[in-house]
Structures are given as structure tokens and as C-alpha cells.
């Protein structure tokens, strides 16, 4: 079986071509993988306790609001694909405030990124309680007690966390106003950022979470909390109110994929942009990519070309599905993938969209049977720069997503869902799960869930090398960006074919990922040194 399934992706577990210095992880039992090492630990303890992958998942995600506030928070929104002998879908994405009204933008050209207006409901805690209820094992509360633990005692802030939060201190202690206080009070103290080592902790987002664990999230919706939320709102200029919690559910929904030369991809659909890797990966099924090498012009430009055509096409037509005059159907037809295919030539092209007819975290959890794939953003960053006093929810800023382009599906509206850049991903091969994995990381996500098929299905690469392979970013025209590690020869060969190519030094523009894949009876576990991430398995 084991042999069955490795000569099936052409997966090499010994072969590493990138100089990362790690290696597969690999387990029978059950397997973790994040950002962040301790929140990594957090899953394990939930497996070494009895749990199971969705325990493990649920302790990550609560861990990471801690650990690793310069991506996401208690306040942030999140999605999950789980397979359980089928694949479901969670979309915990918060719509906006009810009595919030277009008007309130007049005379702006895009919601503003911080301060009460891009905040819409958080749905993570939601997310949290909604897996355990369908899937969970352990006792609810158990899952808070690790990140209950670093909030009360502090924890070494790890380094690539503590260079984020630098850098956000550029533009967060610059903030003004009653929103902004507590928020710089607790995250930039004396006007600083933690440097890498230094103990960070925070007593009030002890006691949240644990409020959270008592009331299975309940006051965050219901309760307390919202109340507290709902105040400071009214108080500094907010317009979410308690109506706007209460009135908040999550929503399941049937994932979308396509077949990739034997392998699915599944995304979650609209409002998310996965439904771009998708389209993506079907205008590139044609090209025998492995004809070329992996690190060559000829595979990147192609790979660019398809990816452009997709993201257009979704930056047009996608947002809040009940909104959209296009379905995913009709962005998925193979004829009109096929048009969008010839448009593909030997050089770049400055993509148009067509018109088909009719600051995150990223975490996996494979326990062999029960698999998670999820993913918690508070976007850009910290979010919007609005903590509630006493409390540790840093909120986010999904709203910044929305456009303000009259008649645009995604274009603001009160109690709308906004377009979300956050993607969980899962892998299938013939009906039986492969596992989940996921890029986080803004409009690169995408373009990294491509990479990372390709990766695997062209090229056979095993889980950490394919995470480990320098990558390529599409911005915007012709205008690419390739990490450090890109040969010359391919920066060459791309700019002869007309991409406008530079090559960024900051590995944050390309992602984080990690992947917990099951190969046969083995679990297959990475994570990548572009995060402070940690993969587990035993």
C-alpha cells in the first residue's frame, strides 16, 4: 500500500534540492504542523492527552492568538477543510456591522486598513467551537489550557514572530485615538516591540480564554464579552453592536475542487479566493511542465501566465457569494478555461478579466483517520489596531477587503461578508485523502496552493522540499517577484519573455506553509523556515 501510493505521486522522501536543513517528519499515529513552535507543541499535547486531530487543531488555533498576535487573534475570522471519510467545509468569515452604512465611506477611494470601519464580526472563536461540537474529542476547556498557560506565564517571543512585530510598529504606535489605546498599550509598551527571546505575556487574554473555555464561546456572541465589544464600539466610534454577535452562526459548506493530472485540489468557495488556485491549476493541466526543469524560465513563466489569468478573473467577479452574479460553476468551465488558456503565448501578458457565460495562520492536523486543515487571520498584520480594554481581542481588519467600486459583487455593504484571502487547502488522489496543507500570506495564498501542487504532482517533491522550493510571486501587469533563492538563469529567462521581475530579500512576501499528509500508513509531516513553524509526528 505504502509503495502503491508513493509510485502514485512520484514522491521521494530522501531527495531534498533545497538547503532548508530539514526533513520530513514522519508518524503513524498523528502528526501536527504551524508557524509557531509552541502552538505546534499545543496540538501534540492534545494527541499525547487522547485527543484527536481536531482537539489538536482547536489547541493550535486558540495557542496561535498568543503566541503569534502579529497574524491573527481572538478576534480574527477563519475556514477549515476536514475529512472525516468525507471532506466538509467551515466558512467563519464575519459580515459586517448591520447599521455600519455605505455612506460612511464618501469621498474615500478604499476602506480605510485600521480604526473601527474595516472591523467586521470575528468568527474564529465560532470556528473553534463549531469543530469540536461536529468532530472534537477531548473536553472543550482542555483545549484552551496551553494557550492559557503562555498568556499567564509569558513565553519567549520566537524570531521570525518578533521581526513581524517590528516591523508593524512603524505603522501601529503611530496610531491615534481612543480606539487605538489600549491596543498600543498592551502590543507596543513604551512605543516598542518585543525583541527575539523576550518574555511576552498577557493576563487579560488569560482571562478571555478562559471565559471562552467556560462558556463554549458563548460570551464572545451572547455574553460578556460581546457586551464589551459592543460599548467600546459605541464608545470610540464603531458601529458593531451586540445584534451583530448574536446574530452571528458559521456556516458549512461543500468545498470545490478540480482534478489535477490524478491529484484534487480542494479549496473552500467564494467569498474566499481559492477558487483561484483552482481555475489556475486547470489552465496549466495541458502543460507537460515536467519536461521542464522545476527551477527553469519555461516552467515559472507558465505557471505565472495560468496564475494571472486566474487571480483577474477573481478579483472581478468574487465576494460574498449571495452577492456574485457568477457562481463557481461558471468560473470553473472547462471551455472557458480553455478560452482563457490561449491566451497564453511565449511572452508575459498584461491580463484582463474575462466573462464566462451564465497577516494569517496557517494549521494541519492528521491523525490518519480525521484530517484539518485550517487557517485564523486577523489580516495585515495585527488588524485593525482596536484591542477592547481588559480583554486581549485585538480585532481584525476584513473589511479592508471589501471595494468601494459601484455594482462590484465584493463592493461594501452592512451585514456583508467581505472577499477573503484566507485558503485552507486538502489533497485527494483517487477518492482517498492525501491530507491538508496550506500557504498563508495575503493574495500569495493561491498562487502558493499552485505552487505547492505543482510541486508535488510535476515534480515529485516530498512534502519539505516542496515548501522549501524558492518561489514566485505575481503583483500585478507584468510585474513578478522571485525570493533570493531563484537561480539567475531563471530571473534571465523570465525578463527575455517580458516579465518585469525583482527579487525581493523579505521571505514574508511568499508565504508560510505547512503540510500533514497521510502516504499509505505513514504520516508525512513539514513545515518551512520562511516561519518559526514546527512539525510533529508520532
Not at 463549531?130 to 472534537?136: K, R, S
Not at 513581524?164 to 516598542?192: D, I, Q, S, T
Not at 483552482?278 to 521542464?292: G, N, S, T, V
Request: proline share 7%; with cysteine; charged share 15%.
Amino acid at each position: 500500500m505504502v509503495c502503491r501510493w508513493l509510485y502514485i505521486i512520484g514522491m521521494n522522501l530522501d531527495h531534498y534540492p533545497y538547503p532548508s536543513r530539514r526533513h520530513v517528519v514522519l508518524g503513524k499515529r498523528g502528526a501536527v504542523a504551524t508557524s509557531q513552535n509552541l502552538a505546534a507543541m499545543a496540538g501534540m499535547e492534545m494527541l499525547l492527552a487522547g485527543g484527536n486531530a481536531a482537539d489538536a487543531a482547536i489547541a493550535m488555533a486558540i495557542a496561535l492568538t498568543v503566541v503569534e498576535p502579529t497574524s491573527n487573534g481572538i478576534g480574527s475570522d477563519a475556514f477549515a477543510l476536514i475529512w472525516d471519510g468525507r471532506l466538509h467545509g467551515l466558512n467563519a468569515s464575519g459580515e459586517s456591522a448591520r447599521n455600519q452604512p455605505l455612506s460612511v465611506f464618501a469621498g474615500m477611494s478604499a476602506v480605510p486598513a485600521r480604526g473601527w470601519l474595516p472591523v467586521t464580526v470575528s468568527g474564529a472563536p465560532s470556528a473553534w467551537r463549531a469543530v469540536h461540537d461536529t468532530f472534537g474529542k477531548l473536553p472543550f476547556e482542555r483545549l484552551f489550557t496551553p494557550a492559557i498557560r503562555y498568556a499567564e506565564e509569558g513565553f519567549p517571543v520566537s524570531s521570525e514572530t518578533a521581526k513581524g512585530w517590528n516591523r508593524a510598529a512603524e505603522v501601529f504606535v503611530a496610531l491615534e485615538g481612543p480606539a487605538h489605546r489600549a491596543f498600543k498599550e498592551v502590543f507596543f509598551p513604551g512605543g516598542k516591540a518585543p525583541k527575539t527571546g523576550e518574555i511576552f505575556g498577557s493576563p487579560a487574554h488569560a482571562a478571555t480564554l478562559r471565559e471562552l473555555a467556560e462558556t463554549g464561546c458563548e460570551s464572545f456572541y451572547t455574553g460578556r464579552l460581546a457586551g464589551l465589544i459592543a460599548d467600546f464600539a459605541a464608545d470610540t466610534g464603531g458601529y458593531l453592536t451586540r445584534e451583530d454577535y448574536a446574530a452571528y452562526r458559521p456556516e458549512w459548506v461543500e468545498p470545490i475542487g478540480v482534478e489535477y493530472k490524478g491529484t484534487t485540489l480542494w479549496e473552500i468557495p467564494p467569498n474566499t479566493q481559492g477558487i483561484a488556485a483552482l481555475m489556475a491549476l486547470k489552465i496549466l493541466e495541458p502543460f507537460d511542465l515536467a519536461r521542464y526543469p522545476r527551477d527553469s524560465a519555461e516552467s515559472f513563466h507558465l505557471q505565472l501566465e495560468a496564475m494571472k489569468l486566474a487571480l483577474v478573473d477573481v478579483q472581478k467577479h468574487v465576494g460574498d457569494p449571495r452577492h456574485m452574479q457568477l457562481s463557481s460553476a461558471h468560473l470553473l468551465n472547462p471551455e472557458y478555461l480553455a478560452s482563457r488558456r490561449k491566451l497564453i503565448s511565449e511572452t508575459a501578458s498584461n491580463p484582463q478579466f474575462g466573462m464566462p457565460k451564465g497577516g494569517t495562520v496557517y494549521l494541519c492536523a492528521n491523525d490518519g483517520e480525521l484530517m484539518i486543515s485550517f487557517i485564523q487571520s486577523n489580516y495585515m498584520g495585527f488588524g485593525a489596531g482596536v484591542l477592547v480594554p481588559s480583554t486581549g481581542i485585538s480585532l481584525q481588519n476584513r473589511g479592508a477587503g471589501f471595494t468601494l467600486e459601484p455594482g462590484h459583487p465584493n463592493q461594501y455593504a452592512p451585514g456583508k461578508r467581505p472577499f477573503h484571502t484566507i485558503i485552507p487547502g486538502f489533497l485527494t488522489q483517487g477518492g482517498k485523502p492525501l491530507g491538508p496543507f496550506g500557504v498563508m500570506g495575503g493574495h500569495m495564498q493561491p498562487q502558493g496552493h499552485l505552487q505547492m501542487v505543482v510541486n508535488l504532482v510535476d515534480y515529485g517533491l516530498n512534502p519539505q522540499a516542496a515548501l522549501d522550493a524558492p518561489r514566485w510571486q505575481w503583483v500585478k501587469g507584468k510585474q513578478v517577484e522571485v525570493e533570493q533563492g531563484v537561480p539567475e538563469h531563471v530571473v534571465q529567462g523570465l525578463l527575455a519573455r517580458g516579465h518585469q521581475v525583482s527579487v525581493s530579500p523579505h521571505a514574508g512576501y511568499f508565504g508560510r506553509g505547512q503540510m500533514a499528509l497521510k502516504i499509505g500508513e505513514t504520516l508525512v509531516a513539514a513545515t518551512e523556515p520562511r516561519a518559526d513553524g514546527l512539525a510533529l509526528a508520532w
